[in-house]
Nanobody
């Protein structure tokens, strides 16, 4: 089993930055694809970005390209999401996910964190 815990969320003004972390435990996730999703009130969970096992492949949703950067440190069993130039529409609960296969669909992931709230004020 894999346990995932997100941290780093909070309240920030538009144009600001936050860095989210996702710490994994239970087993090493170096062989897992890892991803970030977000869910705004009243909306479905949406893909943000994923990163391959070897960190060589990353893919971001169009809405965050050029602003968000996903990374991982396999030695620390941790994944990150650097969020810059934040907009009010980025307000959501952000979830990290892991799976041996992964992808951009939330149904592709078996392991999830509990989420961390990000609120961007205008």
């Amino acid at each position: 089993q894999v346990q995932l815990v997100e941290s780093g969320g909070g309240l920030v003004q538009a144009g600001g930055s936050l860095r989210l972390s996702c710490a994994a435990s239970g087993r090493t996730v170096s062989s897992y694809v890892m991803a970030w999703f977000r869910q705004a009130p009243g909306k479905e969970r949406a893909f943000v970005a994923y990163i391959s096992r070897s960190r060589t492949i990353t893919y971001n949703a169009d809405s965050v390209k050029g602003r968000f950067t996903i990374s991982r440190d396999n030695a620390k069993n941790t994944m990150y999401l650097q969020m810059n130039s934040l907009k009010p529409e980025d307000t959501a609960v952000y979830y990290c996910a892991a799976d041996p296969s992964g992808g951009s669909a939330y149904t592709s992931y078996n392991y999830w964190g509990q989420g961390t709230q990000v609120t961007v004020s205008s």
